[in-house]
Every structure is written in structure tokens, then in C-alpha cells.
């Protein structure tokens, strides 16, 4: 059930002159907020790409004359529905190369437009992020197509200084848990004044297992100048440390896996029996860097590290090894040829003798033509991690993305996990704990030995989550009017404390985010223009709503402030509502209200505009004393008769309206005191 949080929404309730008396009781008041099941057109998170790419790893081009003199034809007789559906099956025949020619890229920019203008949608997205990742030839005009299509997908962040803002005034309320800490970077017991970086989580025994090029170097000042001037050999090693209940125990490197070549990029199966590692400038590596597997024995002990071999190794670089949770799997990164890019992500599949099969590449959708590197697999969801600088949306130069794996086999369009782990810098080596509740990993920054990455770890961020595929979407609107506004959502998981980074609304008034069903949400709305909007709500299942805001520097009248004929004497049925007004203030320190007075026409027209301040003189003394606020938060004015509902009141209850006391609120002292000028002239 929709619970209110604060007095505002029965406050606004009023505005529609309804007698605080009539308010709608909790009952009604859960249908504040309409839930509805979305009818929508948008994909699901989960949606597979519509094109398929089985021979990727054919290391020629793909040709087939008949098929294209086939859609020649259909293209001549502008036969179209045919045309696209033909063009997408002859393009999902494509190989890398095909990815790195001119003229087999200019069929998928045909399509595209084709498709746009047959209004086949989902397929000319799928197309225009396939030309954005791999053909900057087209890059600002299918930039602007694609985000044309792509409108209701889009995801605006906004500033996270509006969520760090929220999670100071969450503090403040003793019913809900404070989210986790942000941006943390982890102990000295962990980093170094170099970089530490490649890290996994082992489950097995609650260690973390990382890489750092600390080993056998002088911190001094002098001894980092001569290693930067002269290029010293640093070797690279890995390090483990264990939890403990507050801290991790001091890291140590893990020699029974090191040797005089450089290790790291741990990954360690779930059972704790396997670690795969990288090791680099071994005179047995078949490359500059090899993947390795070192198993236990019996006795527990670390066997002799075996080369995974040329169906998965290369004669080039190839790291960062992370295994599926069935450990049928495994996922690496290469920048051996006949790849997309600097560096691809690759996949080997273990067959029936244990045995790793011939490593393929990930494909046009996860890779691009920049880099992709450090995947993470997590433990217990189908779900990819991986950094990347070639992806739709990046914040900063690498960021870290996720995607799904379907039972097709497919995997989705890789999604961004937002500004609170992604920033201005590089992210990489993404690690996550079993439960999904903590994160790890590595971040640039400014140390000692200059630009230095260091590990962090904070609460899982919701864009992070692997289970976060249910859409919760909006609409921010004015209930009378059905004006739409512009401003800022932000959701906080209060079931969990769980962070969810903040999201402008669109110019149409639209949001949504992706959220973990049967959970409760604190939803905030906030707007230049609207008064701000909280509420606690129950997720379940996929979710529409319309959140009623109104407008700023609006009029709220109360019908139970009528003061007696001629008199200004506050009477104690009026209290209840004027405690409203004064909870306003206190709750919105940024408020301020002006109380006008109004009379009907009867009696002198001077002695009514005195009466008329006398009674909004009265209010404002009130509310001032009780509230304790300063002066300048309440403003009043007399205006009489001059300002009626009813211009001709023939009736008692017309003069009565007529009779009124208004209150105008403003979000800023300027706004107010324009305002009473304005009425003074």
C-alpha cells in the first residue's frame, strides 16, 4: 500500500477548495498514485538484439552474388517489407571483416534508414548502435537518428549531487535505513601506493585476490622519479587478503602461485579449487600474455600452473579470465588479430574431456572498434560486466557495462551502470560478491606515483544490480490541468539502501528506471516550477504511474478560514489548517508564503481593505509566533473587494467565497517580494 510521507499532498489537496474536512482518508488516498500494468511499445532490458552473428569468426568476408543481385531486385521493384527482411538475414552472415569495409557497412546504413522509414523501429536501432560502434563515418547524422528513435529509451542522469543531497536528508527520518557509503576507496591494507588493480572475489573462502605492482619497490620519493626516468622493470604480482568482521586482513602476495614472471588477474572458481590467472613474458607463454589455471590437490595444495593452450591462448595479448557460475565458460580479453578492435572479449566453452574449445569472438554487439577489457561474470546471475570505451553511453573514458546472457545464447545491448560507479576517469576490473550487495573495483586517480589505479568497494549501486530488470515508469503531471513538467526523479530502495542514481525527466513529463521487484521505494520529484514530491511505494511487478504535482506560486484556500462579519478575531476551527501551513514551512525551509486577504462587496470600500489586511495581518502573526520563523517568510496584504471569485455575488454562499483568505506560496523571497510590489502599485 502507498503510504504518504508528509502533510504536502493533503496541503495540495486543498488547493482544489476542498474542505480540509472532505480530505480523501488513507483509503482513497493510495490511489493517489495510478498503478497499472504498462502496455508499452518499449524493449524489455532482457530483449534480445534482432540480428544474429553465427559466423563471426570466419576470417573471410561474407559473399553470396545471388543473394545480393537477389536484393538488388527487391530494392529496384521497391518491394520493401521483403527487402529489409532479406538485407538483415544476408547482413547477419557477416564477419568481422565485414565490420572493417566501407561497402559491406553502407548495406547496414541502407537498412537502417529503410527500416526507419517502414517503420520497423527495434531493428533500425539495432542497426544505427551496430554503425555508432563500428562506422565512424555516419557518426553525427546516425547519432541523430537513433536518438530520434530512441527518445522513450533514453536514460538523462542527472547530477549526483542530487542523490548525496537526498541521502543527507534521509538521515533525518527515523524511519528508513541510510543508504550505503559511495566512492569509497578501500584501506592501506589493500592498496598501495601503486597500482592494485584485477581483483576477484573468491566465495569460497571470503578473500580477495588481486594484482599490484608493489612488489620489491622503494616508495621513496627519489627511487618513483628514477623508475619513471629510466623505465625500471616492475614485475606485477598477486596479493590476497581475507575478510574479517570490520576490515580486510593486510594483503600478502600469494606465492604459491607467483613466480619471476609477472602474474595477475585472478579468478577463482566457486568451489575454490581453481584459479585462473594471467602471466605475461614467460619463456613457455605462447603470447606476450597467457592464461593459466593452477588446480588444488588433495591435500589443498596449489598444483603447477598449466597454460590453457592455443584454443585459447594467442601469439598476442590475452588476459583477464572470468568463468560462468557452472565453470563452462570462460571469458577473456584479447588484442589478437582479426579482431573488431584494440582489444575484444572472447569466449571458450569446455567440452565433455574438460577440455576448453576453440576460444570465438564475442561478436558486433559487445565489442566494438575501440576496446573492450576485464570481463566479470557474475556468480549467480547470467549476467556480463565488462569495461569499455567504445559503448553508446560513457561518462568518462573506460566505463563499466553490463549485459545478459539469454537462453538463446544471445546477449543484450550492454547497459551503462551509471554515474555512482562510473565517472570522469577509467573503471575497470568490476567484481561483485554473491549476493549482489558489494562491489569491487578499480579507479584512476591521483596518488604518489602519479596517475595510480586503487581498488574500491562500496554497496552495490542499483544500476549495478544483475536482478534489476523490472521498469518502473512515470509520467510527472499537474492533476487539473494535465500540464506536464521538467525536473529531477530520484528512488532510493529502502528495503535494501540500496542507491539509484538520479534521472532528469523528459521534456514530456516521462522517467523510468529499472528496479529489483517486491521491493519498497521512497520516490522523490523535484522541479524548478512544482512543489516537491515524496512517497513510499511497494513495486511489484511492471509499473506505470502519474505522479500529480502543482505548480509553484500557486493559491490554496482553506474553507474553514471564514472569519465572522466585520470581525479579524482567528477563531479556533481555523487552527488545524494554519498548523498546516506552519508544517509547510518547517518541512520547505526554501518556501515562503504571502497570506492575501479578501472581503465581499458589502459595507465602505476602504473600511473593507483594511479589514481585509487586519485578517491577513492576524495569520501571519500566528503562523510567525507558533512557527518561530523569521519575518521575511510570511508576507501579508489586504486587497478587499478588489480581487472577487463572483464578480455579481447575489447569494450568501458567493459572498462567502468572495470572503476569503488566499496563500501563495513562492520558493524564493525574491519571487515574493515582486509579487508584493506588484500588488502595492
Not at 547524422?141 to 538523462?156: C, G, H, P, R, T
Not at 578492435?341 to 575501440?370: C, F, Q
Not at 503531471?477 to 530520484?490: L, R
Request: hydrophobic share 35%; aromatic share 12%.
Amino acid at each position: 500500500m502507498i503510504r504518504r510521507l508528509f502533510f504536502l499532498s493533503a496541503l495540495l489537496l486543498v488547493w482544489t477548495s476542498i474542505s480540509y474536512a472532505q480530505l480523501p482518508n488513507e483509503d482513497e488516498n493510495k490511489h493517489m498514485i495510478v498503478k497499472e500494468l504498462v502496455p508499452t511499445n518499449k524493449k524489455s532490458l532482457l530483449s534480445a538484439p534482432l540480428l544474429s552473428f553465427s559466423n563471426i569468426d570466419n576470417k573471410k568476408p561474407y559473399l553470396d552474388r545471388s543473394k545480393k543481385a537477389q536484393l538488388r531486385r527487391l530494392k529496384v521493384n521497391e518491394h520493401w517489407d521483403q527487402y529489409i527482411q532479406h538485407t538483415a538475414d544476408y547482413i547477419s552472415n557477416y564477419t568481422v571483416q565485414d565490420f572493417k569495409n566501407p561497402e559491406t557497412l553502407n548495406l547496414l546504413w541502407s537498412l537502417a534508414k529503410k527500416c526507419q522509414e517502414h517503420d520497423e523501429n527495434e531493428l533500425a536501432k539495432d542497426l544505427y548502435r551496430l554503425i555508432l560502434k563500428h562506422d565512424r563515418r555516419f557518426l553525427r547524422v546516425a547519432l541523430e537518428k537513433y536518438d530520434s528513435l530512441n527518445y522513450n529509451d533514453q536514460i538523462i542522469y542527472a547530477d549526483t549531487s542530487h542523490y548525496y543531497r537526498l541521502v543527507e536528508q534521509r538521515k533525518l527520518i527515523d524511519t528508513l535505513a541510510v543508504p550505503k557509503d559511495v566512492l569509497v576507496e578501500m584501506s592501506d591494507n589493500i592498496n598501495s601506493i601503486f597500482d592494485d588493480y584485477g581483483m576477484t572475489y573468491s566465495v569460497f573462502d571470503q578473500a580477495l585476490l588481486f594484482t599490484s605492482n608493489r612488489t620489491d619497490r622503494d616508495t621513496s620519493d627519489l627511487a618513483i622519479i628514477k623508475e619513471d626516468l629510466y623505465g625500471a622493470k616492475i614485475n606485477e604480482d598477486i596479493f590476497i587478503a581475507y575478510k574479517e568482521k570490520y576490515d580486510w586482513t593486510e594483503a600478502v602476495p600469494f606465492d604459491a602461485i607467483n613466480s619471476e614472471y609477472k602474474e595477475g588477474s585472478p579468478c577463482m572458481s566457486q568451489d575454490g579449487q581453481e584459479l585462473y590467472f594471467v602471466r605475461c613474458n614467460s619463456s613457455l607463454g605462447l603470447g606476450d600474455c597467457d592464461l593459466y589455471v593452477s588446480k588444488k590437490d588433495a591435500e589443498g595444495n596449489w598444483g603447477v600452473p598449466e597454460n590453457l593452450g592455443p584454443n585459447v591462448n594467442s601469439v598476442n595479448w590475452d588476459s583477464h579470465p572470468t568463468l560462468s557460475p557452472k565453470a563452462d565458460t570462460l571469458y577473456f580479453s584479447s588484442n589478437r588479430g582479426g579482431g573488431f578492435g584494440g582489444s575484444d572479449l572472447y569466449y571458450s566453452t569446455k567440452n565433455h574431456d574438460g577440455e576448453w574449445n576453440k576460444a570465438r569472438n564475442m561478436g558486433p554487439v559487445i565489442n566494438t572498434k575501440n576496446d573492450e577489457v576485464s570481463p566479470f561474470f557474475h556468480p549467480k546471475y547470467s549476467v556480463l560486466y565488462f569495461s569499455s570505451n567504445g559503448q553508446l553511453l560513457n561518462f568518462g573514458n573506460f566505463d563499466i557495462y553490463k549485459s545478459y546472457l539469454l537462453p538463446d545464447g544471445k546477449h543484450t545491448e550492454p547497459l551503462n551502470v551509471g554515474p555512482l560507479v562510473n565517472g570522469i576517469g577509467n573503471e575497470f576490473y568490476f567484481s561483485i560478491d554473491t549476493d549482489s550487495k558489494w562491489l569491487f573495483y578499480s579507479k584512476s586517480s591521483k596518488g604518489k606515483a602519479g596517475d595510480v589505479l586503487n581498488i574500491h568497494s562500496f554497496g552495490l549501486p542499483m544500476g549495478a544490480k544483475p536482478n534489476n530488470t523490472i521498469r518502473f515508469s512515470g509520467i510527472v503531471k499537474e492533476p487539473t490541468t494535465g500540464e506536464t513538467f521538467e525536473g529531477v526523479v530520484t528512488i532510493i530502495d529502502v528495503s535494501e539502501a540500496t542507491e539509484v542514481a538520479p534521472r532528469h525527466i523528459r521534456p514530456d513529463g516521462s522517467f523510468d528506471f529499472e528496479l529489483i521487484d517486491n521491493r519498497d521505494y521512497l520516490l522523490i520529484v523535484e522541479g524548478d516550477n512544482f512543489f516537491k514530491f515524496e512517497e513510499l511505494f511497494h513495486l511489484n511487478g511492471e509499473t506505470h504511474v502519474e505522479i500529480p504535482v502543482v505548480r509553484n506560486n500557486t493559491s490554496i484556500t482553506f474553507e474553514s478560514i471564514d472569519f465572522e462579519s466585520g470581525s479579524y478575531r482567528l477563531l479556533p476551527e481555523m487552527e488545524n489548517n494554519l498548523h498546516l501551513i506552519i508544517q509547510f514551512l518547517e518541512q520547505y525551509p526554501d518556501f515562503h508564503i504571502m497570506v492575501i486577504g479578501h472581503t465581499d462587496e458589502d459595507g465602505n470600500h476602504q473600511l473593507n481593505i483594511d479589514l481585509s489586511q487586519k485578517r491577513a495581518d492576524a495569520i501571519r502573526d500566528y503562523i510567525l509566533s507558533y512557527g518561530g520563523f523569521e519575518n521575511d517568510r510570511v508576507y501579508a496584504f489586504g486587497l478587499g473587494s478588489t480581487a472577487p471569485i463572483h464578480t455579481v455575488a447575489d447569494t450568501e454562499e458567493e459572498k462567502r467565497m468572495n470572503r476569503r483568505v488566499e496563500f501563495k506560496i513562492f520558493r524564493s523571497t525574491n519571487e515574493l517580494q515582486e509579487k508584493y510590489k506588484e500588488l502595492l502599485n
